[in-house]
């Protein structure tokens, strides 16, 4: 089976008159492969993986800000740092992991439509929680790069304020929790307009 274009006309007659796999000629190869990506079938399945990935995103990010939490609850040697920079790192991924597939959702015409979420309640309660949680993540944030630049330099860390992070830290994990219910909700149409 031939997935980008190839016919059962003989050489030089492929989708639009082109050979089905034309050297230098890598615009048409792209344009073969969008047009494939978009039928209704390929729509689908790059639907469900998008979807699924939003989802793994989810259940990366939540155990990794629980276990940024206790690294932060715990001692702050450079064993304990560095368990703390792990787990920050893998939250780092997944956030970026979700907000990729949740623009690719919404706004790819993926799923419901654009039209569905913007009219939807419940869609605004999600984006603030997820606003909530990238300001509260500032402060984290801007503390741990700190705290790597300073042990590349060989100095250790002043870690005095990692009780508030700690606090931080749970306060983002709760309202992920509940973005979580909201989408779901969402997802079934309550919330609509």
């Given at each position: 089976?031939?997935?980008?274009?190839?016919?059962?006309?003989?050489?030089?007659a492929?989708?639009?008159?082109?050979?089905?796999?034309?050297?230098?000629?890598?615009?048409?190869?792209l344009?073969?492969?969008?047009?494939?990506?978009?039928?209704?079938?390929?729509?689908?399945?790059?639907?469900?993986?998008v979807?699924?990935?939003?989802?793994?995103?989810?259940?990366?990010?939540?155990?990794?800000?629980?276990?940024?939490?206790?690294?932060?609850?715990?001692?702050?040697?450079?064993?304990?740092?560095?368990?703390?920079?792990?787990?920050?790192?893998?939250?780092g991924?997944?956030?970026?992991?979700?907000?990729?597939?949740?623009?690719?959702?919404?706004?790819?015409g993926?799923?419901?439509?654009?039209?569905?979420?913007?009219?939807?309640?419940?869609?605004?309660?999600?984006?603030?929680?997820?606003?909530?949680?990238?300001?509260?993540e500032?402060?984290?944030?801007t503390?741990?790069?700190?705290?790597?630049?300073?042990?590349?330099?060989?100095?250790?860390?002043?870690?005095?304020?990692?009780?508030?992070?700690?606090?931080?830290?749970?306060?983002?994990?709760?309202?992920?929790?509940?973005?979580?219910f909201?989408?779901?909700?969402?997802?079934?149409?309550?919330?609509?307009?």
């Amino acid at each position: 089976m031939c997935f980008l274009g190839c016919s059962s006309a003989p050489f030089g007659a492929g989708t639009f008159g082109v050979p089905p796999f034309p050297i230098g000629h890598s615009r048409i190869l792209l344009a073969r492969l969008a047009l494939r990506l978009t039928s209704h079938y390929n729509r689908r399945v790059l639907s469900a993986i998008v979807s699924a990935l939003h989802v793994l995103a989810v259940a990366i990010g939540l155990p990794s800000v629980f276990l940024r939490a206790r690294a932060l609850r715990g001692t702050l040697d450079s064993t304990g740092r560095r368990r703390l920079f792990a787990a920050d790192n893998v939250w780092g991924v997944a956030a970026i992991l979700f907000v990729v597939t949740g623009l690719l959702r919404a706004f790819a015409g993926l799923e419901k439509g654009t039209a569905f979420y913007l009219a939807s309640h419940l869609f605004w309660t999600k984006m603030t929680l997820f606003v909530a949680i990238v300001l509260l993540e500032i402060w984290p944030m801007t503390t741990f790069i700190r705290w790597r630049m300073q042990e590349r330099r060989g100095q250790s860390p002043d870690t005095s304020r990692a009780r508030a992070l700690y606090i931080v830290n749970h306060v983002q994990m709760a309202l992920a929790v509940v973005m979580v219910f909201v989408a779901a909700f969402m997802a079934r149409g309550f919330g609509a307009r």
